[in-house]
């Protein structure tokens, strides 16, 4: 087995001795790999699959939250298949095969560990691209509330953050309505802000604790909608400013979402309207839905400012030239070859659009 986990925490915590004591008690060999950094590295994945190939590993074990995570996958697929792994996130190739995978859970967030998605960084050109297969869905994953408590706010914040976007990345959406879907999303939004404020003023709450972490596998894991009927234009933006700039991609994800927003609200009015009723419980003025679903938007920032994140780029310590932006923009539309977004359609000028108005 090899057993990947990120950077010093895992150790301190003592969760990595647990874990590793539970294998040996059970006569299960492992092959420690560590140093996985958050939006993690396609040149730490190829090492690892070196490391895993010379130890002539079966399975592999994730101790982390979504960077340990997307990194075994990654991992996963090049030891079974025994191909370079870049070009499957190139969508060049699909994977056939990748070996298992299990997950201990110390951060709510990505929900990786549930999903069938993994995202690397190729630090050649900054490029930070996805893929979803479910051969590597993880086989099980450990849920213990109790591993997240010693979280810095920051991580907390972060985590919650990206929660709450993969759930309303699925309710933006130009599918046909689908009263199930929605409702369940709008409820989880609501259960994330709600919760997510208790563990400000009580980071030891258990029970907020397992609400999050339960929120987060539920948000990402296709059950609240496929992510083919999802917007996700801002976390495709994201990607490529974390891939640039190696920012948190919770954090990432706060300075855009307003932007973005506001870009695109009239083109569906009665949603935006919706979500700020059913997340905020806005006044809902069907004389007027603009000032509803600004209501909306100015209730989701205030949640994140409470939250210490970020809602403009320039929060973050970035400066977004216009060059930078047009670099970004670029990436981002895979040079011009693709459009993103189904609130509205985003080709490389609206893309720049939005991150000025974030920056």
């Excluded at 954090?251 to 905020?280: E, H, I, M, N, Q």
């Excluded at 981002?332 to 991150?355: H, M, N, P, S, W």
């Amino acid at each position: 087995m090899l057993l990947l986990y990120g950077g010093g925490s895992a150790e301190r915590s003592g969760i990595l001795d647990r874990v590793r004591a539970s294998l040996e008690e059970q006569q299960i060999e492992s092959v420690p790999f560590g140093g996985i950094v958050p939006n993690p590295r396609l040149s730490t994945v190829r090492r690892a699959i070196d490391a895993g190939r010379q130890a002539g590993v079966d399975f592999l074990m994730a101790v982390g939250g979504g960077s340990v995570i997307d990194s075994a996958k990654a991992v996963g697929y090049g030891l079974a298949t025994g191909e370079d792994v870049w070009p499957f996130f190139e969508k060049k190739r699909e994977p056939g095969a990748s070996l298992p995978i299990g997950v201990v859970l110390t951060i709510a967030a990505s929900g990786s560990e549930t999903s069938n998605s993994a995202v690397i960084t190729n630090e050649e050109g900054l490029l930070k691209r996805g893929l979803r297969n479910d051969l590597s869905r993880p086989r099980f994953a450990l849920l213990n509330p109790e591993l997240t408590m010693t979280l810095p706010w920051y991580q907390t914040a972060c985590g919650c953050v990206d929660i709450a976007m993969h759930a309303i990345e699925r309710y933006f959406t130009r599918e046909s309505p689908a009263e199930v879907r929605d409702s369940m999303n709008l409820a989880l939004v609501r259960a994330v802000i709600r919760n997510s404020r208790l563990l400000k003023l009580h980071p030891d709450d258990y029970n907020a604790r397992a609400e999050i972490m339960w929120a987060g596998s539920l948000a990402h894991n296709d059950l609240f909608g496929d992510r083919h009927t999802g917007d996700w234009a801002c976390h495709q933006m994201e990607h490529e400013l974390s891939g640039m700039f190696d920012v948190a991609h919770g954090a990432g994800l706060a300075a855009l979402w307003g932007s973005w927003a506001r870009y695109v609200y009239k083109d569906d009015l009665p949603r935006f309207a919706s979500f700020a009723v059913g997340v905020f419980d806005a006044f809902t003025d069907f004389t007027d839905l603009e000032t509803t679903a600004l209501a909306g938007i100015h209730a989701m920032e205030d949640w994140l400012r409470s939250m210490e994140m970020p809602t403009r780029v320039s929060d973050l310590d970035i400066g977004l030239t216009d060059d930078r932006i047009e670099l970004l923009a670029d990436k981002c539309t895979f040079g011009g070859q693709r459009t993103i977004g189904q609130v509205r359609e985003l080709g490389r000028k609206e893309i720049a659009d939005i991150y000025r108005m974030a920056r």
